[in-house]
C-alpha cells in the first residue's frame, strides 16, 4: 500500500490545511495508504506571529486533525506546528515542498 490514496489531492489537503486561521506555511506534508481503508499523514504546520499562545498552537493543531478526520477519513495524524522562521524556511526546498 503505503502510497497517497487516489481519492486524496495533496494540493488539496495542503490548501485546506493553509486555510486554518494563523498558518502561515504547510511543508514536509506526506499522506499514505497504511491499508485499504485507514489512511495515514504527517506534516509540519508554521505559525506567522511568534506571540501567539501553546493554547493557540494547540487550537491550530486540533483544528486540522478535525479537519483531515471528518473531510479526508484520515486515522493516523501527526502534526508538528512550529514559528514560522523566515531566514530558515524562506530557502528551505523541504520547507517549500511540491505544494508550495
Known sequence: ?????????????????????????????????????????????????????????QTIQCKASCMLRKKYNIQQITIQVEEYQDDIMSSCKECKGPCS
Do not use: C, F
Not at 490514496?5 to 486561521?21: A, F, T
Not at 506567522?48 to 498552537?57: G, S
Open 1 to 57: 500500500m503505503e502510497g497517497v490514496p487516489k481519492n486524496i489531492s495533496l494540493q488539496n489537503v495542503h490548501d485546506d490545511l493553509q486555510g486554518i486561521e494563523n498558518v502561515r506555511t504547510v511543508h514536509s506534508l506526506n499522506v499514505w495508504s497504511l491499508t485499504v481503508n485507514r489512511i495515514a499523514t504527517a506534516v509540519h504546520l508554521t505559525v506567522a506571529n511568534e506571540n501567539l499562545t501553546a493554547e493557540i498552537y
